[in-house]
C-alpha cells in the first residue's frame, strides 16, 4: 500500500479509531510517507507504540472518545511524544441499523456520543496543537449516508449529516487560524465491520452481492482507497482545499447508470 513518497515527512498525526479498518489503512499509509503516528482506539496493540519516546515513529494509545479525559489524556501523550499534533484523523464511529422507530433514546444517545460528540472531543483536545502547526489539517470520516437516503440506517445518517455539518462549521472556524478542515464521504466499504454486518443477515453472499451492485463500480470500496483520499486532505500538498467533503464511494452519490445487460438510447 506506500506512499511512494514522504509529502508528510517531520509531521505527526493523530487517528482514531486507528486498530482496524480505515482507521488502521490511514495510519499505515501515513507512517508509509513518511509521518509519526499515534493511533487511538479502545483495542490497541502494545508493539504498534514503542516506549512513547520522540524517536518512535508509530504510537498506541487507549482511548474512548466518549469519555473527554481519556481523550485529553491520549492527545496530550501524542503531543509530548511529537513535539506536537499536525494531523488528525477523525475517524471512530459505530453503525447502527434500522428505521427512525426502531432505536430506543438510549441507543440514539449512545451512537450520537460516540460518532458526533467523539469528534467533537478529539478536535477539541487537539486543536491547541494544531494552531501551533504550519501545516494543520483535520480529516473527518464521513458517509454516502450523509448525502443519499439508504434504507435502515436512520440513526447512522442521522450522526452523519451532523458530521458533514461539523466540518463545515469547523472549516469556516478555523481557517484563519491556518487550520484546514475537511471530511471524506466512504460508500459501503469493505471493513470490519460491513462483515459482521453481512454475516449477520440471512445470506450474507446475497446481501454482499446487493450492495456491491448499488455502487455503480460494482463493487465494495476498499480501506486502502478511503484512506489514500484521507492522506490527500491531510498532506500539505492539498492546502487550498477547506471545507471539502471527499466523496470515495465508487460512483453511489452522483451517477446514475442502467443495471448490466439493459439497452442504452
Known amino acids: ?9 517531520g509531521l505527526a498525526a493523530v487517528v482514531t479509531g486507528g486498530a482496524s479498518g480505515i482507521g488502521a489503512a490511514t495510519a499505515a499509509l501515513l507512517a508509509a510517507r513518511g509521518a509519526r503516528v499515534a493511533v487511538l482506539d479502545q483495542a490497541v496493540e502494545a508493539e504498534a507504540g514503542g516506549d512513547g519516546g520522540g ?13 473527554d479525559a481519556s481523550v485529553r489524556a491520549a492527545i ?8 506536537g499534533i499536525d494531523v488528525l484523523v477523525n475517524n471512530a464511529g459505530i453503525g447502527a441499523i434500522g428505521t427512525v422507530e426502531d432505536n430506543d433514546d438510549d441507543e440514539w444517545r449512545r451512537v450520537f456520543d460516540v460518532n458526533v460528540l467523539g469528534m467533537v472531543r478529539v478536535a477539541r483536545a ?4 494544531l494552531r501551533r502547526s504550519k501545516h494543520a489539517a483535520i480529516v473527518n470520516t464521513c458517509s454516502i449516508a ?5 434504507p435502515q440506517r436512520a440513526l447512522y445518517s442521522a450522526t452523519k449529516g451532523a458530521v458533514l455539518s461539523l466540518t463545515l462549521a469547523m472549516a469556516a472556524d478555523h481557517v484563519r487560524e ?8 466512504p460508500g459501503t466499504a469493505d471493513t470490519p465491520w460491513v462483515g459482521r454486518l453481512l454475516n ?12 456491491e451492485a448499488r455502487q455503480p463500480l460494482g463493487r465494495l470500496v476498499s480501506a486502502d482507497e478511503v484512506a489514500h483520499a ?36
Open 1 to 9: 500500500m506506500g506512499g511512494g513518497y514522504a509529502d508528510f515527512d
Open 200 to 211: 449477520q443477515s440471512a445470506d450474507p453472499a446475497h446481501e454482499r452481492a446487493a450492495l
Open 76 to 83: 496530550e501523550t501524542a503531543a509530548e511524544a511529537f513535539g
Open 178 to 185: 491556518g487550520i484546514r478542515v475537511n471530511c471524506v464521504n
Open 126 to 129: 487537539a486543536l491547541p496543537y
Open 55 to 67: 524517536a518512535e515513529p508509530r504510537l498506541a494509545l487507549s482511548a474512548d472518545v466518549t469519555d
Open 146 to 150: 450523509a448525502t443519499a437516503g439508504l
Open 230 to 265: 484521507i492522506a490527500y486532505l491531510a498532506s500539505p500538498s492539498s492546502g487550498a482545499t477547506t471545507g471539502a467533503a471527499l466523496a470515495v464511494d465508487g460512483g453511489m452519490a452522483g451517477l446514475r447508470v442502467r443495471p448490466p445487460g439493459e439497452a442504452t438510447h
